[in-house]
């Protein structure tokens, strides 16, 4: 049983006493009733009948948030596999919204012939249509180091791509396809007035992805970070204002851009310093044993303000379109530097003053604490103790680093709180632990958790100014804690109170969607989202020319070109039957014309593949082929009104004299 705070026993025994109270006036009521408990029964027998502890009920008082109240936070989570972003209220852990991004959402009507197609298009890669990612790493704009509540940038390990959503209507508005690197991990990580969104590579490969024989390993494949600019005004990346810094083929990890004090530089962790090919058929060790022989593997330290000069100052070459600052430039001007980073390490955070890098490691139980001031000194004046194979500069790890914590077995990531703790998930004991990286104390505190915990968030965590108060624990698995629903078994997000002296156990989560990585949570009030659009706003944001008003609807027809202008409002579509011949290249330009909130309208072509999501003011333009004669129902797929079933028509498809 979990210990009970001070304050816990203290809300409880106040909950005793307020039920004992309603209890005693309600005694009378319950004569002649089943017996059952309800609202007359005290708090202690409900607690007694379904077997909860104080710190239960604390817990659920603390969570929590009765009808039409509001949460205090948003989480938005990575959706790992399932391509798509989790957004989650705080304390409640009530799922609020799935954003439809890299992967075809159909509730959304994201990827089903309306204008999100072409967004979706444009993270396709080479000459595949993709249609799925493992998402991994949500970053916030910031502002001044501080979340704005504006952006969201989500990052794509398989396909190598970039997000952008827009948190004005929660909707994605770009994808960029890295067009350097095969795979991704380091991103989306923002700098602090978010002018860049930083996208390192994982699995080197040559850049612009061409084939190369593994025996050619460590001449030909690379690493590389994409800096992409973000154009704030437009809310858009500007791949044409971007550029990218060729990195060594050791594995890069995990990245985070300084702030304050280090603002201007990031830095990434790698693991396979050895440069392992695997070969496992072969005979050799696989790439797992053949990476974890060398003690240290590299922090890469980039000052990214001087390699931006570089760039602006032609020091580049261009490959696949991009501008690539190679690294016998980056090296020698140090612009990027290494530092050793002891056994497989992972994790790689800067404290909210921007003084230090927390770096975990998978095999060693420690975490390492960069000092920012120390390492830049030591570029400046070039005291390095050799270089790596590349020519790179390596500077000696014990004048590098201001200490190190014993955490445990395989810490992994850090976050932080507003009174100068860091919160490290610790995977292989499965637990949190705390620690203060003011004064390197070793774990103050640590906290079991169920099971196997990956990622860690805080509340504004990796800001200039955390919020402390909750951390949750995002555990790769659950095991026992859910009903069993198959082998395949949900994530688990748990619910952490740090805002007392104990780490306190609030609430679960179960995850069942996906695996998700890392997760930001922002406070609610930054967010401003509109209830309807603007009257015929499509799916980038802008007005749509084509927009189709009340009283002007209509079909024009151009030869075998047809436009239907079409408006939906409860509860019908004008106009409700469409005839066309096999053959026709065929537009429908629909809007949803109301505008009252929450009046929402689906549209659907049964067998077309057809879908899209009208919210009041939405635009869409739906293209396709009508290459399947015969007659097909179109309807409204969102219950919008009591005569919903009659919103419907139909698409008739006249065939082809043979
Ligand atoms: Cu419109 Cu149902």
Known sequence: MRATSVV???????????????????????????????????????????????ADVEGALKTY??????????????????????????????????IGVFTPESWQGWGFGGDSDKILDQGNQGTHKIRWADMHHPNLSETKGDYDGQYLFVNDKANARVAVVDLSDFATKQIVANPLAASDHGGAFVTPDTDYVIETSQY????????????????????????????????????????????????????????????????????????????????????????????????HVINWKKAEELVNA????TIAGMRVLPMDVSGPEGVLTLVGEPKSPHGCDVTPDGKLIVVGGKLDTHTTLYDFAKMKTLIQEKRFEGKDAYGLPIMSFKDAISGQVEIGLGPLHTVFDDKGNGYTSVFIESTVAKWSYKDLKKPVEKLKVHYNIGHILSAEG???????????????????????????FPQNFQLIDVEGEKMRMLADMPIANAEPHYSQMIKADKLKPAKVYKPGTNATGEIDPARAEGGKERVERNGTKVDVYMTAIRSHFTPDRIEVDEGDDVTIHIDNIETAEDQTHGFTIDMYNVNVSLEPGKHENISFKADMPGTFPMYCTEFCSALHLE????????????
């Open 65 to 98: 948030v009765p009808t039409g109240k509001m949460d205090e936070y948003y989480i938005f989570a990575s959706g790992g596999q399932s391509g798509n972003v989790n957004v989650i209220g705080v304390p409640s852990m009530r799922m609020l919204k799935v």
């Open 462 to 488: 990796d800001t200039v100014s955390p919020d402390g108060k909750y951390v949750v624990a995002m555990n790769k698995m659950s095991m026992d804690r859910f009903l069993p629903v198959g082998p395949l």
């Open 314 to 317: 032609g020091k580049t070459k």
């Open 8 to 54: 816990g026993t203290a809300i409880v025994a106040t909950l005793f006493a307020a039920a004992a109270f309603v209890g005693c006036s309600n005694k009378h009521d319950s004569q002649g009733g089943s017996g059952n408990l309800g609202a007359s029964a005290s708090i202690r027998d409900l607690m007694k009948a379904r077997g909860l502890t104080e």
């Open 204 to 299: 080197p490969a040559p850049l612009g992805r061409e084939y190369a024989p593994i025996t050619e390993y460590k001449e030909k494949y690379r690493g590389v970070a994409i800096f992409w600019k973000f154009d704030r005004q437009k809310g858009r990346i500007d791949p044409a204002k971007s550029w990218a810094m060729e990195l060594p083929p050791y594995t890069q990890d995990l990245a985070d851009a300084g702030k304050l004090d280090s603002d201007g530089w990031a830095f990434i962790n790698s693991f396979n310093t050895e440069m392992a090919v695997g070969g496992t058929l072969e005979g050799k060790p696989p790439i797992e044993s053949g990476a974890s022989q060398n003690d240290m593997d590299y922090l």
């Open 647 to 658: 919103m419907a028509g139909y698409f008739l498809v006249k065939p082809k004299k043979h």
